[in-house]
């Protein structure tokens, strides 16, 4: 595609519910990152896959959060038993090859409110 | 710690006028620095990149320097527009395990007023 599509855009949730978060990355790029900003904040690190190799999860806040990466392309960034500090907004970027001075293209961002 | 920090927090000037944000850092091993603008709502768009041996780079009204010795980028507007007013996110890649692990700054909010 001609950009990183990220999927929903707007979601809400109740306490407790898991929720999927999908992020389709610009075609060809194998490196993905996913980013949480919470209102105000900066951007955390959550996730990073790049090829086939292992993915880089030391970002994930707890364990109810995971991601995956099919066929080297779309990711899914599951959380599991959702909290009202889930709520922000959660960033998808990818890069063509995760070489250092790659341009990094995010997304427009899944919002999470959690009530 | 890898740290980025970025002032003032928030700016308001006036359209026309020219403004410098700030970001000071702290990480190794530094890889590069990169700015980038984000929108209200929108994801951050990539405005320059900089390596270590760069210290100038240009982006139409947007130069961001670097000078690796003292740590520290700035990032100048020139004849700001309305559409400039946004968050400006430093940000300071670390090669660690062979990839660009990010460090963003907080952002400094722009507002551009007519």
């Known amino acids: 595609g001609a950009g990183v599509s990220q999927s929903p855009s707007n979601k809400v949730t109740e306490k407790g519910k898991d929720v999927e978060l999908r992020c389709d990355p610009i075609?060809?790029?194998?490196?993905l990152y996913w980013y949480r900003q919470s209102l105000g904040q900066g951007l955390e690190f959550l996730i990073y896959f790049q090829g086939n190799s292992a993915p880089d999860k030391s970002g994930l806040p707890s364990d109810r959060f995971s991601a995956e990466r099919t066929g080297g392309s779309v990711s899914t960034l599951t959380i599991q038993r959702t909290q009202q500090e889930d709520s922000a907004v959660y960033l998808c970027a990818s890069s063509q090859g995760g070489f250092p001075a790659d341009t990094i293209y995010f997304g427009e961002g899944s919002w999470l409110t959690v009530v | 710690k890898n740290q980025v920090e970025q002032s003032p927090q928030s700016l308001i000037i006036l359209e026309g006028k020219n403004c410098t944000l700030q970001c000071n850092y702290t990480v190794s091993p530094f890889s590069n620095l990169r700015w980038y603008k984000q929108d209200t709502g929108r994801g951050p768009v990539s405005l320059t990149i900089?390596?270590?041996?760069?210290n100038t780079k240009s982006n139409g009204r947007y130069t961001a320097t670097l000078d690796a010795d003292t740590k520290q980028s700035s990032l100048h507007i020139t004849a700001s527009q309305l559409s400039d007013s946004a968050s400006y996110i430093c940000v300071v890649s670390a090669l660690t395990g062979g990839y660009n692990k990010l460090i963003f700054g907080a952002g400094t909010r722009l507002a551009v007023h007519p």
């Open positions: 900089m390596t270590f041996s760069e």
């Open positions: 075609s060809g790029h194998t490196a």
